[in-house]
């Protein structure tokens, strides 16, 4: 068994895994992390592994730890990743990327492949179907977009994230809301758009905390799971330490 965990820059996810199979999904908050893994470790005396991946400010002392328990892995550049990365600055990827690469090429093989992550930050990574990681984009995640329009003008409130019934606000609330929500789904639609003209065989994933509630309002069709980060972790761990 393996638990797998997933820092990023807004929430700590985690999940235990049996082989393939998803058995139970957390999400922590930072000052209860130790604890409740803790508690995880007593719940599942199985647990053989726990494998990291982080993108946030914990790092790997805190988990070293657990190492009179069971196995610590903390994801990094260094590990066997089952693509060839193209990035022309492959040491400052994010691991979060990485993982959501490696996941997308082990479950999709021979397809172009596109992840998205809508997370803290959107983030879009392609892999071609010979397995080359070409790159994507980064850009402001829901929460990130109403916060930036709140903190850096005198009027426009905080609002939480809700689906606009049109694309015309007729109000200051309906105005952000639509510029939020339908500017990130024309975005990511755009991005789709540009994918699919390009390459011909391929899968389009979608993930991250608003994957969700993103997935409705997309004219694409795509693959929305919001667990792929964690079941890519669980993946990537079983492929390094088959290729080690
Ligand atoms: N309980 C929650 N707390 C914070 N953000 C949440 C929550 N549930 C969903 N979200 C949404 O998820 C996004 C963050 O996604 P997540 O995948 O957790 O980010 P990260 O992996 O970067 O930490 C935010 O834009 C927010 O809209
Ligand atoms: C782009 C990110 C901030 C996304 O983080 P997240 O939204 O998953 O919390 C992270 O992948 C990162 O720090 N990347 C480093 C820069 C790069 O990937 O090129
Ligand atoms: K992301």
Known sequence: MILTVDIGNTRIKGAVFEQYTLVEFFVFEV???QKK??????????LKYLVVSSVGNLEKAFFLAFESRLKVHFVTHNDAFPFENKYATPKTL??????LAAGATLQFPGQNRLVIDAGTCVTYDCIDAKDNYLGGAISPGIRL??????NYTAKL???TKELPNDFI???TVKAIHSGVVNGLVYEIDGFIDEFK???SKFIIILTGGDADFLAMRLKNTIFANSNFLLESLN???QYTINND
């Open 37 to 46: 893994i803790e508690n995880i470790l007593k719940k599942y005396p199985k």
């Open 94 to 99: 994010g691991i979060d990327r990485m993982v």
């Open 235 to 237: 993946q990537t761990f």
């Open 169 to 171: 606000g007729d109000s």
């Open 145 to 150: 977009r109403y916060e930036s329009l709140h």
């Open 31 to 33: 000052e209860e992390l």
């Open 157 to 159: 409130p905080l609002l």
């Open 197 to 199: 003209a390009k390459y």
